[in-house]
């Protein structure tokens, strides 16, 4: 069935597998005046990714939230994150707001390596923040920036969840890459990562990584989509298979050039099982933000 599956077809393909829903840990909602500011970004981003890149979901926030529902994406994240000093208490705010109105959204927030990060961190922490983004390409800082140490003992202890974006892909950055992660996880081993687009292209890198430490975790965020007109799946897939209880659903919604469904029906094609797909599309992330309890398949 996943074989040209659509939006449509997302409520029973996902019935059809004995779950709730879906749980993606890698969506966007931000202010308003900030998502314009992204889709302008990608708008003009097509030299650097030597391609087009057209907003398949560009639409009002009500809009975006009705897709998401009628695909039977039960639980997501609204990552905001920044990209500079000084930005991140206004996108916190404003996400804290967010969270506050709209139920299957997990509470997420942001930092930015630059004095009291570790302050407000451990304040949304402390308020019951669920999930936090980093951002190392766009930010253009390290993973171990020592303006970073106070945020990474606050989560280090809370084993609060982080999405970072830290992979080359689709464009390599000067901080960008395993090493700087690699040094972080030395000194706070009790992280708890979600490392953004499976970490491509440092694929096999970042798999280490979690394998070595219990913590870390990869979304599939964009991953072998037709969209890169590459296969790049074979070299990686024995090893997703063992990584199973890792393997996040993200699609980087509603930022994305074709429909949501594709990257539902990408992983599919790997044809690793339909357990492995349960655990990706929903049990894994429920476990992970403790809402298991709905229904998930054991």
Sequence with gaps: MADGLEDEDLPSFVTELGLPGLFDVHVHFMPP??????????????????????????????????RLRTMSVRHFSALSYAHKPGVATFMNDW?????????ESLWSGTFFPESGSGEYVGRLVDDGVQ??????????????????????????????PVVMHVGSGPVPGKYTGPESV???????????????HLGAPEYHEFMDLAER?????LDTTMAFVDFWGRDDSAAVTPRLLDLQPK??????????????????????????GDDWMRDVLWNNSARLFGVEREQSIP
């Design 131 to 160: 999930v936090f983004k980093a951002h190392m390409q766009v930010g253009e800082y390290a993973a171990d920036d020592p303006l970073l140490d106070g945020v990474w003992d606050v989560l280090n202890q809370s084993m609060t």
């Design 247 to 272: 393997i996040l659903l993200g699609t980087d919604f509603p930022n994305i050039p074709y429909q949501y469904a594709h990257q539902v029906e990408v992983l599919q094609r790997l044809n690793l």
């Design 33 to 66: 005046r900030i998502m314009q500011a992204v889709w302008s970004y990608f708008d003009s981003a097509g030299p650097l990714v030597g391609r087009e890149w057209p907003i398949y979901y560009r639409g009002s926030e009500e809009q975006r939230l009705d």
């Design 95 to 103: 996400n804290r707001e967010f969270a506050g109105r709209v139920p």
């Design 182 to 196: 690699s040094r972080t996880l030395e000194r706070f081993p009790d992280l708890t990562l979600i490392i953004a």
């Design 213 to 217: 430490y219990p913590n870390v975790y």
